[in-house]
């Protein structure tokens, strides 16, 4: 399944359904939202929140894109979409809760081998689970406003490395294939990784 078509499949249904609930009660709460944290980047959401304050349900897409200012030039982008659920043990502020959600994350870099300047792309695709902490705060007139951290927990990592050339004497080159195992084994790692989870800010509004 294409990363894509995983939006689609997470997104939509959580849409519809976020939608729709409020239709069963007057005291339920629905809303979006705005997010800033790490490594999600800036994001925008759909909250839903039950009745009874003990439960929230979400989804967002967030993302970011970076590149550096010095040789060799690289470029690195990081794109999510994820689905959440939150427990309010005391109906308050403070809650526990989990992300489940799909991650791609693209490097480019640029390098010059054997007097030719080339540009090699690497995709790692991954799924992920996100175990967590925050508090959330629902104010009378509508705001919303709050913070969490956690734990990225990266599983099935896939990459892929777009070769930059079709020169075999580069493609044989012992310090190109070094470097290509080097960046090929760190993808693998990053994919697989765990991750500490943070989101600074946490602003929307509830209706």
């Known amino acids: 399944m294409t990363f894509q078509a995983c939006r689609l499949s997470l997104f939509l249904p959580l849409t519809v359904f976020l939608f729709t609930v409020s239709a069963f009660g007057q005291d339920e709460q629905y809303g ?4 800033a944290g790490f490594p999600s980047g ?3 959401g759909l909250d839903y929140q039950t009745a ?10 967030s993302g970011f894109s970076l590149k550096s200012g010095t040789a060799p030039e690289v470029k690195a982008a990081l794109s999510q ?11 308050g ?34 799924n992920f689970l996100t175990p967590h902490i925050g508090w959330q705060w629902i104010f ?3 705001i919303l406003l709050g913070f969490e951290l956690g734990a990225q927990v990266n ?13 075999t004497l580069i493609l ?32 929307g509004y509830m209706f």
């Open 52 to 61: 009874d304050l003990q439960w929230g349900f979400g989804a967002e897409v």
């Open 155 to 167: 599983t099935g990592a896939k990459t892929n490395l777009t070769e930059p050339t079709t020169n």
């Open 172 to 203: 044989e080159d012992a310090s190109y294939k070094e470097d290509k195992k080097k960046i090929e084994d760190e993808a693998k790692k990053f994919g697989e990784s765990t991750l500490p989870h943070l989101i600074l800010l946490r602003l």
């Open 81 to 91: 979409i994820k689905i959440s659920g939150r427990y309010h043990p005391w109906a």
């Open 140 to 142: 009378d007139s509508g």
């Open 32 to 35: 979006f939202h705005f997010s």
């Open 93 to 126: 502020s403070f809650y526990t809760g989990l992300h489940l959600g799909a991650q791609t994350t693209t490097f480019e870099g640029t390098d010059t081998y054997l007097g030719q300047k080339l540009t090699a792309k690497m995709e790692i695709k991954n």
């Open 42 to 44: 800036y994001g925008a």
